[in-house]
């Protein structure tokens, strides 16, 4: 690697970060804070190009806004990037994304990143990734798999009738495989699954949905929501989801709102959303956080 990331990013010496590092951080467990007493299963949903802008939408995104009050619902959550591949690798392992290059191009770094599947992995959990693109592009696999994931399911594990859009298989197609696979789990076993969405990603080409006839953008991210609603009212319907926990976040700022401003807080402003049967209470939280907050929370 030409560019020395150690130096690169430094800005004041280590003792004054440490102290305002310091000040951001909660040193001692609050009276507030939520404690879960087995383990739970864990689904983590990462929705394409979804962004705050849109909760503040009447009928585009419905589902959303409906979880939003049945969970715990974070109003000052950001993105780390404006990229999917940075996303992934803050949201799995918890890394601050670099603005001119991305750790998972790097598989000798990206591997031996800690990760939520990885200490999941080792306390007992079947761990799989779902993806209906090609899970190579950008070096995927090797980051999945080298960081704790056992097993992913991506566009080869569907048929050539399932690969509807020009990034691959539709997200309908990919929550009905993975709804699947819960309800035939029968081991026993805590499992940890994740899925990356696509169908909200240009070129928008999702299938027979028309709800939002002048403009293609808005109904992807519309059909993204209609799909991501009826597996989550799929999940309610089964047995493990009185221990489950669901966190939904976006990867990043997508095709909506138009020309984002890179300077501009709202560019990087996404909800995040904890529920499942695990949460029994629905709440809203304030307090700042990001992607890189998720491993350590769950």
Same mark, same amino acid.
């Given at each position: 690697?030409?560019?020395?990331? $150690?130096?690169?990013?430094? &800005?004041? %010496?280590?003792?004054?970060?440490?102290?305002?590092? +310091? $000040?951001?951080?909660?040193?001692? =467990?609050?009276?507030?804070? *939520?404690? #879960?007493?087995?383990?739970?299963?864990?689904? =983590?949903?990462?929705?394409?190009?979804?962004?705050?802008?849109?909760?503040?939408? !009447?009928?585009?995104?419905?589902?959303?806004?409906? =979880?939003? !009050?049945?969970? #715990?619902?974070?109003?000052?959550?950001?993105? !780390?990037?404006?990229?999917?591949?940075?996303?992934?690798?803050?949201?799995?392992?918890?890394?601050?994304?670099?603005?001119?290059?991305?750790?998972?191009?790097?598989?000798?770094?990206?591997?031996? #990143?800690?990760?939520?599947?990885?200490? =999941?992995?080792? %306390?007992?959990? +079947?761990?799989?990734?779902?993806?209906?693109?090609?899970? %190579?592009?950008?070096?995927?696999?090797?980051?999945?798999?080298?960081?704790?994931?056992? +097993?992913? @399911?991506?566009?080869?594990?569907?048929?050539?009738?399932?690969?509807?859009?020009?990034?691959?298989?539709?997200?309908?197609?990919?929550?009905? /495989?993975?709804?699947?696979?819960?309800?035939?789990?029968?081991?026993?076993?805590? &499992?940890?699954?994740?899925?990356?969405?696509?169908?909200?990603?240009?070129?928008?080409? @999702?299938?027979?949905?028309?709800?939002?006839? !002048?403009?293609?953008? *808005? %109904?992807?991210?519309?059909?993204?929501?209609?799909? *991501?609603? /009826?597996?989550?009212?799929?999940?309610?319907?089964?047995?493990?989801?009185?221990?489950?926990?669901?966190?939904?976040?976006?990867?990043?700022?997508?095709?909506?709102?138009?020309?984002?401003?890179?300077?501009?807080?709202?560019?990087?402003?996404?909800?995040?959303?904890?529920?499942?049967?695990?949460?029994?209470?629905?709440?809203?939280?304030?307090?700042?956080?990001? +992607?890189?907050?998720?491993?350590?929370?769950?």
């Amino acid at each position: 690697i030409s560019e020395e990331i $150690g130096t690169k990013y430094r &800005f004041m %010496n280590d003792n004054e970060a440490s102290e305002l590092f +310091q $000040g951001m951080t909660y040193t001692h =467990l609050r009276k507030d804070t *939520l404690q #879960l007493a087995s383990k739970p299963h864990v689904i =983590l949903i990462v929705l394409e190009s979804f962004s705050d802008s849109l909760m503040h939408m !009447n009928g585009i995104i419905p589902n959303m806004q409906r =979880l939003s !009050n049945e969970g #715990l619902y974070f109003t000052n959550f950001y993105a !780390n990037s404006f990229r999917t591949d940075r996303a992934l690798v803050s949201i799995h392992s918890g890394l601050p994304a670099q603005p001119t290059m991305s750790v998972m191009d790097m598989p000798r770094k990206s591997t031996s #990143l800690p990760s939520i599947a990885g200490v =999941l992995a080792k %306390n007992g959990y +079947q761990t799989t990734f779902y993806y209906g693109g090609d899970i %190579n592009y950008s070096n995927m696999r090797s980051y999945f798999m080298g960081t704790g994931f056992q +097993q992913i @399911v991506s566009d080869a594990d569907f048929s050539a009738k399932q690969r509807t859009g020009k990034w691959g298989v539709a997200d309908g197609a990919v929550y009905d /495989r993975m709804l699947s696979d819960i309800k035939a789990d029968m081991s026993g076993k805590p &499992f940890f699954r994740s899925i990356m969405t696509e169908s909200s990603h240009e070129p928008f080409d @999702v299938p027979d949905y028309q709800k939002i006839k !002048n403009s293609p953008v *808005l %109904n992807a991210f519309s059909y993204a929501d209609d799909c *991501l609603g /009826r597996f989550i009212d799929g999940v309610k319907a089964l047995p493990c989801w009185k221990n489950t926990l669901i966190a939904i976040v976006p990867d990043h700022l997508g095709a909506y709102p138009d020309n984002p401003d890179n300077y501009q807080l709202w560019r990087y402003k996404t909800p995040f959303i904890l529920l499942g049967g695990v949460i029994e209470k629905a709440a809203t939280c304030h307090v700042i956080g990001s +992607q890189i907050d998720i491993p350590a929370t769950i």
